[in-house]
């Protein structure tokens, strides 16, 4: 009878319990879920990753914010002040609208101001209420010439200052006369500098010795305009109150907004007819 020897059995390490699989989570009710979740702002898991959500403190302007901040932010800053995200904001807003504000009046008060005219007296070159933008600031360095519309204060006899418009005829040193269209042929009759007869689109209209100029040769005083409307039966002008210092003088009209039909340019600016 053979004898059996015992099988050989491979070496084992250290016994190791069995894997065990985690038990099923108990069923929860929703408040015990939401008892459960992780605080607004926070997130659960490992990591600690940001907030998908904003916090509280982010929703109230508490926190910082990045990147550079307005002038008023620093400013209030230095002052001790705090600002947080929504007052950086806001203070953002007011400063592009405060320079914004401060641009339109630089501009309205030294480049162009806006003027309507109430009256006919310039009547077909501008209608009455019609609306336009007047060039205050190419006149620093040339002046106004014979032909050109202008804008100037006026001295009414109330006392009232206000802005008329007419057209320039002729300027200091220089002689005018008018001879009257009415009584005289329209070869004959119009106005006249030094002598001359004026020609051209400028002065292509009907013109009336009216006023206490009449038909006299009057001569402009150095430092003063002599202006006419081109509506010359209903205008007051200079044949009435004489003429204009240049010290009023305020620029001429370059851009017409009103009425719409007639938006653009005018008064010969980018070849515009005069």
């Given amino acids: 009878m053979e004898d059996k020897l015992p ?45 998908v959500f904003p916090s509280s403190a982010e929703l109230l302007g508490e926190e910082e914010a990045p990147g550079p901040r307005p002038f008023l932010a620093r400013l209030l800053n230095r002052l001790g002040i705090h600002t947080g995200r929504r007052a950086i904001w806001l203070l953002d807003w007011i400063q592009v609208l405060g320079v914004a504000a401060f641009l339109a009046w630089l501009t309205m008060s030294f480049v162009v101001v806006r003027m309507r005219v109430p009256t006919g007296s310039m009547e077909p070159t501008i209608q ?19 032909g050109d ?45 030094n002598g001359q007869k004026l020609t051209g689109e400028a002065f292509d209209r009907p013109y009336y010795a009216q006023g206490k100029m009449g038909s ?42 009103w009425p719409l039909n007639q938006f653009g340019f005018m008064n010969g600016y980018f070849g515009t007819a005069r």
Avoid: M
């Avoid at 300027?171 to 006249?192: A, F, H, N, P, W």
């Avoid at 002599?226 to 851009?255: A, H, T």
């Fill in 149 to 193: 519309i202008v804008v100037f204060w006026h001295d009414e006899t109330s006392g009232e200052r206000v802005r008329y418009v007419k057209r320039l005829i002729a300027v200091g040193g220089q002689t005018v006369q008018i001879k009257d269209c009415g009584r005289l042929s329209s070869e004959e009759c119009g106005v006249y500098v």
């Fill in 216 to 257: 006299d040769v009057w001569t402009v005083p150095e430092g003063h305009y002599f202006v006419l409307g081109d509506n010359s039966r209903n205008s007051l002008d200079g044949r009435f109150w004489g003429y204009v210092d240049v010290k009023d003088f305020i620029g001429e009209p370059f851009l017409r907004v």
């Fill in 7 to 51: 099988e050989e059995r491979p070496v084992q390490g250290p016994e190791q319990d069995p894997p065990q699989t985690p038990p099923e989570p108990a069923a929860s009710s929703p408040a015990d879920a939401f008892a459960a979740a992780p605080p607004w702002g926070q997130t659960s898991g490992e990591g600690g990753a940001e907030g």
């Fill in 128 to 146: 009455t209420h019609s609306s336009f933008f007047v060039d205050k600031i190419s006149f620093l360095w040339h002046q106004p010439q014979p």
